[in-house]
T-cell receptor, first 113, second 115 residues
């Protein structure tokens, strides 16, 4: 069975500071990894995904993530955050042949001036 | 213009009632999903349909019945609503790729409150 752990339920950070949101996964097969963002009272929007190839994945809004197979991690980073990045961030995993996404519990990013 | 739309956006109802939530996608995708997000923001898949056929049916009470009249629509009917059904329900869609997984696009959600 697959699972995703997002250790930080909330990450407070000041505007223009760098941020890293942690994600670890557990799976016995090859995985596909995703980061989604949910702005207040909205649906989920895809930030980036890792399917294969380069382990450093660049997404929208200046975010990037690195797939680390040995550490079973897929941490999300941004070098300089904006107030508008305040949102809930979800890491998710899926596998070949399985259409369902298994989500982590989410990390709330709080950016203050 | 909306890719995945859901109606209604908000639904407030009494325990014991029956209600439906509708979802439509105009992306031409062949797979649609229903997810439930609880009060702690935890998201869990409930159902998935591929070309109108049920392919994922997680452990969900049989009071929940999905229906897919065509590839572009997936509705969720809930009988005998209970307090614990209060949540945000998200519809999503994707196109099956050669790798067996593809990006899922989510609707704006339906916030269901059972009183």
């Amino acid at each position: 069975a697959q699972s995703v752990t997002q250790l930080d339920s909330q990450v407070p950070v000041f505007e223009e500071a760098p941020v890293e949101l942690r994600c670890n996964y557990s799976s016995s097969v090859s995985v596909y990894l995703f980061w989604y963002v949910q702005y207040p009272n909205q649906g989920l929007q895809l930030l980036l995904k890792y399917l294969s190839g380069s382990t450093l994945v660049k997404g929208i809004n200046g975010f990037e993530a690195e797939f680390n197979k040995s550490q079973t991690s897929f941490h999300l980073r941004k070098p300089s955050v904006h107030i508008s990045d305040t949102a809930e961030y979800f890491c998710a995993v899926s596998s070949t042949g399985f259409q369902k996404l298994v989500f982590g519990t989410g990390t709330r990013l709080l950016v203050s001036p | 213009d909306t890719a995945v739309s859901q109606t209604p956006k908000y639904l407030v109802t009494q325990m014991g009632n029956d209600k439906s939530i509708k979802c439509e996608q105009n992306l031409g995708h062949d797979t649609m999903y229903w997810y439930k997000q609880d009060s702690k923001k935890f998201l869990k898949i409930m159902f998935s349909y591929n070309n109108k056929e049920l392919i994922i049916n997680e452990t969900v009470p049989n009071r929940f019945s999905p229906k897919s009249p065509d590839k572009a629509h997936l509705n969720l009917h809930i009988n005998s609503l209970e307090l614990g059904d209060s949540a945000v329900y998200f519809c999503a869609s994707s196109q099956t790729g050669t790798g067996g997984i593809d990006t899922q696009y989510f609707g704006p959600g339906t916030r269901l409150t059972v009183l």
